[in-house]
Each structure stands twice: as C-alpha cells, then as structure tokens.
C-alpha cells in the first residue's frame, strides 16, 4: 500500500478489495488451540482491515474463561512497527467514562458521594446557562447522560492542574437543551464535571484520582494519560483524511484536551482493556464491591439510541437490550484517528474490546459492536427485530440543528434536513443526501444508504409536551427541529456521522 491513500482508492477497496498494511499472521499451530469463534473473529478483522484500509488493529477478548489478545498491521504507514495487544496503546476516548464512573463509585462506598445529591453539593459555583436546571441536577444524571444540558462542550483550557477548573468554570456558557433527568443525551461535558467533582472531593488531580482510586489497584500498567510516562508504549499513530482526501498519518491528532480527560482522556493496551472487562464482570478483586460494579449497569437512566438501541445509561455504561434477554453492557470510543469498540454480556461471561488508529476504523467496529457479527458468535445474541416498513413522514419532516462548541470556545452549528421518500425519509446536509432513515416502529428508525443499502445502526426521536417529534437523537446526540427551511444561515458546518468521543 502506498503511503496515502485517497478517498477514490477507499471506496474502491470497499467493492474489490485492495493490499492492507502488513498483517500480523497467527502460526497455522497456533490457531488450532483457540476455538473456532476467535479464529473467525481474527479472519473477520484481516479482512475488514484489506475493505476498510485500516493501518492497525489491536483485538482483546475473554471468552469460556480464558483471555485472548492480539494485534495486527501497523502503528503507522510510515516507519510503524506492528501492533501487538501489550504494548500498542490507543486513546480508548470515550471508554474512558466508565473509569471516572467507577471512581466515583468508589467514594460513593466510602461515602464521600451521593449519586442522588446534587453536583452543586460538591460544586457550589457551578452553573449553566439555565441557572434554575444546573442547580438540580443531580451526580447520577450526570453520569447517565440525562443532565439536560449540551453535551459536546470541547473548551481546551490549556495543560496544567487547573485545566478542569477552568472548563467547568466557564460552562455559564452550556445551553441547557431539556430539563435534568428528561431525556437520554449523550453528554461529554457532564463528564467533566464529573472528573472535576472527583478532584474537589479527593483534593487531587483527576489524572491522580484516577491512578490511585483505579489504574495501580487494579494493575493496569499500560493505561493513563501521557504516554511518555507508561512503560513501553508504542503510539498506535492517529490516520485521518487530509483536505485532499487522502489518509495519512497525523501524530499531532493524538492530543486531547485537558479539560475532556474524563471524558476521553485515557491511553490504554488491548490486554488493560480486557482486564478491566474482567474486574468488572468480576467481584472487584478487593478494590470495590460486587455490589457497587452491578449498581453501575442497573437502573438506567432515560432510553434511546447511540447507535444501537438501550434502554438507557447506568454509571457510565450504556446498557442495551437483546432480542433473547440478557442485556448487554457496552462503551466504546471515537477520537480522530482513534475509534475503538468495547462490550460486555454478563450473563454470558464475554467481552471484547477492538481498538483501530484511523478514521476508517468505524467501518470496522460498526459491524462488531453495532450490528450481530460477535454477538451472535460468542453469545447466542441478537439486536431486537427491526423490519423497516413504508409509514407517513409528515411528523418527522423539517430542518434539525446539532449545536457544538468547538476547542476555541466557538458555537457552531451542524444542518440535517429531513424529507420523505417512499415511505421512509431522506436526510440532507448543504444539498447532498447523506443517508435515509427506514422506520421500524413508532419514534425509532434504522440508518441506510441513500440507496437504500442498510447499516446497523439506529436512531430515534423523541416528541415535546403536545405530542408533536421536538428532536431527532443521532449518533446519541439531541438535534432540535425547525419546521422546514427555518435553519438560520451562520454558523453552520455540514453534517458529519461520527461526533468526537
């Protein structure tokens, strides 16, 4: 493969397939002492790395009792070494939340937190925009995703000890989008906050919290938050598009700010990854409860889609419903250059974790994480049934908003126009058709191609108080509609699927 690699060459490697990085190959003895499932898995992954051009890949799974980690391709295109499941790190992103949710719980048993307080209890200055609603919420709508207010909030406040302070600080600036409690959706910014709670109520750094309440205790030595100070890590390189379309390598995209580190922050191998699937499945091997680790994937908060359908968030972890029952426990994480899939099945002991470094890598991950593929194999699971039939998408029509405030502390604006087609409806941004929308049942709609082609991957709506559609949740994110045509002018950027973290 060359160097680059255009967006030309991607969606023909899609149709035909074209060379991949070099692969790391399993020796044939080897393969024959894993069962068939992880062998399939491994094939699954080689291939989808040659369809997608994805650089790297590092896999982690537990299965029928036994640990299995491996790595494949490169860290990078340009003078990468291979990847392997112990020393490879990625930027986990947003898996990172449910270690500033475990910590939390962790002083919650020490009973230092309430989740039914108030942050204000352990903030007394922090506020929204809407003073009344930020005075209400409470540390578990924070952590459920259902604070009210807007989530993608990407201040970078700078790199030094007060960096958290300041972000949640300057949030008088959030606009509070529904009242606390109402509606599930996905907020960065309360992670924040949270990690920010963490500090006060610990009197240390989020980064120490974090490293003392969880990273030594549960001896995870290739996990934390400046790779420069994790024993023999290896950058597993970010690849991202540049302005011209093709995918190269981009070192600098590997920095996130301070300020979302709660959020997002965490650095880890595929082999920490699957130890911390195993500690929480487990019974907390002395750091915390049993108790405590099922608390965190009970009692959601309110439902809808992040891409799959859940029934709602615990602590941090979003739990999703199955056609056969048993639920399914799931994170995961986007970052540019950095996409990474993990989910648990209690009821079946199974988990896995796939960590990619290039933003082709959802192509891969949706297909494991989103659709059947691993679950069906591993644990006898399927999605709940979801038979797109034609309806009447008068309801659903109009302009929809998703707000966004960027680095720089500026307000920006995504515009997706929704029409109908056929009984099912057409999704536009800045005059190009982007995807169609088939609904399955009342609210709820699976993601197609324009052609129709289907994707795993859900969305939902949700209705205001007279019962008419107020937003469209998508990729877990509220988006306000208008009535058709209404969107103002300024401001607005085009759509884009995957939001960061």
């Not at 506020?127 to 009210?148: E, M």
């Not at 000890?161 to 300057?170: G, I, P, S």
């Not at 192509?363 to 591993?378: H, M, P, Q, T």
């Amino acid at each position: 493969m060359t160097e680059q690699m255009t967006r030309r060459t991607l969606i023909r490697a899609t149709a035909a397939g074209v060379a991949a990085p070099a692969l790391i190959s399993t020796p044939a003895a080897a393969r024959t002492r894993v069962p068939s499932p992880i062998r399939e898995l491994e094939d699954f992954i080689e291939a989808a790395m040659e369809t997608y051009a994805v650089p790297g890949v590092s896999l982690g799974v537990w299965y029928r009792g036994r640990e299995y980690v491996r790595g494949f391709g490169v860290t990078s295109v340009t003078g990468g070494t291979p990847v392997d499941g112990d020393h490879t790190v990625f930027r986990v992103a947003s898996t990172t939340k449910t270690f500033t949710g475990t910590a939390v719980m962790r002083l919650v048993e020490r009973g230092r937190i309430d989740l039914d307080r108030t942050v204000r209890s352990y903030l007394p200055d922090f506020r929204t925009a809407d003073p009344a609603a930020s005075a209400r919420v409470t540390v578990r709508q924070a952590l459920n995703h259902s604070a009210g207010w807007l989530g993608d909030y990407f201040l970078d406040t700078g790199s030094d000890d007060a960096a958290l302070a300041r972000y949640v600080d300057d949030m008088d600036r959030v606009p509070q989008l529904t009242r606390p409690g109402r509606l599930f959706s996905y907020n960065n910014a309360a992670l924040s906050v949270t990690g920010r709670l963490l500090e006060v109520v610990t009197g240390k750094t989020y980064e120490q919290a974090i490293g003392d309440l969880l990273l030594r205790p549960v001896s995870l030595r290739r996990s934390g938050f400046d790779i420069t100070r994790i024993a023999g890590a290896r950058m597993a390189v970010p690849h991202v598009f540049d302005p011209e379309g093709n995918l190269v390598p981009d070192p600098a995209r590997w920095y996130v700010p301070r300020s979302l580190h709660p959020a997002g922050g965490l650095i880890s191998s595929a082999r920490d990854q699957i130890r911390w699937a195993r500690f929480q499945l487990g019974d907390g091997d002395g750091v915390i409860s049993r108790r405590s680790l099922r608390l965190m994937r009970s009692r959601p908060g309110p439902g809808g889609t992040l891409f799959v359908e859940l029934d709602g968030a615990g602590v941090t972890w979003m739990i999703r419903p199955t056609a056969e029952g048993p639920k399914v426990v799931q994170h995961g994480g986007d970052w540019d250059g950095q996409h990474s899939g993990f989910l648990m099945v209690p009821e079946r002991d199974f988990a896995l974790t796939v960590m990619t470094n290039s933003d082709t890598g959802p192509a891969l991950l949706d297909e494991l994480f989103v659709g059947d593929w691993a679950l069906s194999r591993f644990a006898g699971l399927h999605n709940l049934p979801a038979v797109v039939r034609p309806v009447d998408t008068t309801a659903y029509e109009g302009d929809y908003t998703l707000q966004q405030i960027g680095f720089d502390g500026e307000l920006v604006e995504a515009s997706l126009t929704l029409r109908g087609d056929r009984g099912g409806l057409i999704a536009g941004s800045e005059g190009v058709d982007v995807l169609r929308l088939g609904l399955y049942r009342r609210d709820y709609a699976v993601v197609q191609q324009p052609d129709g082609t289907a994707t795993p991957a859900r969305v939902s709506f949700e209705r205001g108080a007279d019962g008419s559609v107020e937003w469209l949740r998508y990729g877990g994110r509220l988006l306000r509609r208008s009535a058709a045509g209404a969107l103002r002018a300024a401001a607005r950027k085009p759509f884009t699927l995957r939001m960061p973290i």
